[in-house]
């Protein structure tokens, strides 16, 4: 992730406090946020997904590749600092670079979470309630494109 913030660098840096949140679930900022240092946690509703302290991490991408609200809330857990693009889109067409890590990044959690389906459809295979369900969970998210929307 040291390349993310090589190639970030030029961004203005923002700071937080701890207990203050960089994105809101719900909310809509356009902006990208790269962790210069400090502890973040990611919340979807009141589950936490992850903690988060490695440099170079980024938040706030697939709400602006989607064109749609923030997905978690990141939370600071201790202080921290960002770099922010708040022109996300703008900054991702004008840096390329930024662009395959980014995508390298999103590619790294779907091939996560198929695995970890697919080792759930293994372990459920021969259920016939609820569970069953995670073949046809996989099966979609595997093959749904979905509508690309333009800039």
Request: hydrophobic share 35%.
């Amino acid at each position: 992730m040291s390349h993310m913030l090589e190639s970030c660098r030029a961004l203005p840096q923002c700071d937080y406090k701890t207990g203050d949140e960089v994105l809101r679930e719900g909310q809509s900022t356009g902006h990208l946020y790269i962790l210069v240092e400090g502890k973040v946690e990611v919340c979807k509703g009141d589950v936490q997904v992850s903690r988060v302290s490695e440099p170079g991490s980024i938040f706030g991408e697939m709400s602006v590749l989607l064109h749609q609200p923030h997905m978690a809330t990141v939370k600071c857990l201790t202080d921290a600092k960002f770099l922010v693009a708040e022109n996300a889109r703008q900054f991702l067409d004008a840096h390329p670079e930024v662009t395959v890590i980014v995508a390298e990044t999103l590619a790294r959690r779907l091939n996560s979470l198929t695995r970890y389906l697919v080792d759930l459809k293994h372990q459920f295979e021969d259920q016939k309630d609820h569970m069953s369900m995670v073949d046809e969970v996989l099966e979609s998210l595997l093959h749904h494109q979905g509508k690309v929307k333009k800039k």
